[in-house]
């Protein structure tokens, strides 16, 4: 009787705590914002502080280009048609990068959303390495060597942008960049008890 009866004790404690914890589910949050220091206090205070930096930082660089490529130029006259060409070995450097300012970022009770602009070129630039002429007509009419090389770095730039929207990798750096920056920030205040979610304002408008 006794080992029945102690049993049948052991049993009944074993469900008495697994209801317990069925009955608690619902108020995980709630017990874990009890155990754990103020977070919503703590989110508050700290998203101040993120607001601030963004506010005053300006642009964040997440990547640099580094490509040579060849460009070839005809000119052309009525009659005549082709009566020259150049072709231009360049080289096309550039730096990649957010716009912090344009960063929309929100509070919620254990996390802060930050929605990251488009990547935009900070600056860029572009050399000729190699020129080779052969022009039949008048030079008068060909486009200068400084001319081609403008429309070139447009062309580049355009196309950077173009595949950057669709770049997985591109994002995967922007996220990480502006990840540990706002760790940066934020080292000197210790242990973080709520999460970042990093989205792009593209996927936004694509939704």
């Excluded at 506010?55 to 052309?76: H, N, P, W």
């Excluded at 930050?114 to 008048?138: R, V, Y």
């Amino acid at each position: 009787m006794k080992k029945t009866g102690k049993w049948f004790l052991s049993v009944l404690s074993r469900v008495f705590v697994i209801l317990l914890v069925i009955a608690l589910l619902p108020f995980a949050k709630d017990l874990r914002r009890l155990l754990l220091p103020d977070v919503t206090g703590e989110i508050r205070t700290q998203s101040r502080i993120i607001e601030q930096k963004l506010e005053s930082s300006q642009r964040l660089e997440v990547t640099t280009i580094d490509e040579e490529g060849v460009l070839r130029a005809e000119t052309s006259v009525i009659i005549f048609g082709t009566v020259g060409t150049t072709t231009i070995r360049y080289r096309y450097t550039a730096s990649a990068g957010i716009d912090l300012s344009r960063v929309v970022m929100t509070a919620d009770s254990d996390r802060i959303i930050f929605i990251l602009p488009g990547i935009e070129i900070l600056n860029d630039g572009i050399e000729a390495l190699e020129i080779n002429k052969n022009n039949l007509f008048s030079k008068a009419i060909e486009k200068s060597i400084e001319t081609l090389l403008s429309e070139q770095r447009i062309k580049c730039r355009e196309q950077y942008l173009n595949d950057a929207r669709h770049s997985r990798k591109t994002r995967e750096d922007a996220e990480k960049a502006f990840s540990e920056t706002i760790c940066r920030w934020l080292e000197s205040f210790g242990e973080r008890h709520y999460e970042f979610e990093i989205l792009f304002s593209d996927d936004q408008t694509a939704g």
